[in-house]
């Protein structure tokens, strides 16, 4: 009878030791999900460099940007992008917008070309210079000051 409680039991300790083992070993390093996409605009968007993340934001950098960031998801937002240029956004930086949107949000640039545009084009004297929209399930918001404008393209979570 001992033979098989002492064996039954060597058994459990055994499972034990092996659990806790395994707990405790080093796990292999895993990328953000974030960083992962920082990653993707940098190969997919020539000229942009990653800079430094803090508080779930990915600073990024840009010569037709004044500021560029994406930050990550959040309890309400899955993933956001903000760029920040001259008053009267240049081309390059609407086609900036949209390539960048088109790779975060998994969508085709002519259609974020189009939306960014949209976005754009409603700032002025009716709609005033702050202008959310909706275009494609995503949330568009521009602003303008006297010396700069501003796009946020974010998806919600419940999208």
């Given at each position: 009878?001992?033979?098989?409680?002492c064996?039954?039991?060597?058994?459990v300790?055994?499972?034990?030791?092996?659990?806790?083992?395994?707990?405790?070993?080093?796990?292999?390093?895993?990328?953000?999900?974030?960083?992962?996409?920082?990653?993707?605009?940098?190969?997919?968007?020539?000229?942009?460099?990653?800079?430094?993340?803090?508080?779930?934001?990915?600073?990024?950098?840009?010569?037709?940007?004044?500021?560029?960031?994406?930050?990550?998801?959040?309890?309400?937002?899955?993933?956001?992008?903000?760029?920040?240029?001259?008053?009267?956004?240049?081309?390059?930086?609407?086609?900036?917008?949209?390539?960048?949107?088109?790779?975060?949000?998994?969508?085709?640039?002519?259609?974020?070309?189009?939306?960014?545009?949209?976005?754009?084009?409603?700032?002025?004297?009716?709609?005033?210079?702050?202008?959310?929209?909706?275009?494609?399930?995503?949330d568009?918001?521009?602003?303008?000051?006297?010396?700069?404008?501003?796009?946020?393209?974010?998806?919600?979570?419940?999208?």
């Amino acid at each position: 009878m001992c033979s098989y409680h002492c064996s039954f039991g060597r058994a459990v300790l055994f499972a034990i030791v092996f659990a806790l083992g395994a707990a405790l070993l080093p796990q292999p390093a895993r990328a953000d999900r974030c960083d992962d996409l920082a990653k993707e605009l940098k190969n997919g968007i020539d000229g942009i460099k990653i800079g430094q993340t803090a508080a779930g934001t990915v600073y990024l950098a840009h010569p037709k940007a004044r500021e560029l960031t994406l930050g990550c998801s959040s309890k309400n937002v899955s993933n956001q992008l903000f760029g920040k240029t001259d008053r009267k956004p240049p081309p390059a930086f609407i086609d900036l917008m949209a390539s960048a949107a088109a790779i975060v949000f998994t969508l085709p640039k002519d259609d974020m070309q189009r939306g960014v545009t949209r976005c754009y084009r409603r700032l002025g004297i009716f709609r005033g210079d702050d202008v959310a929209s909706r275009y494609r399930r995503l949330d568009m918001r521009c602003a303008r000051t006297k010396t700069e404008s501003s796009i946020t393209i974010s998806r919600s979570k419940d999208q």
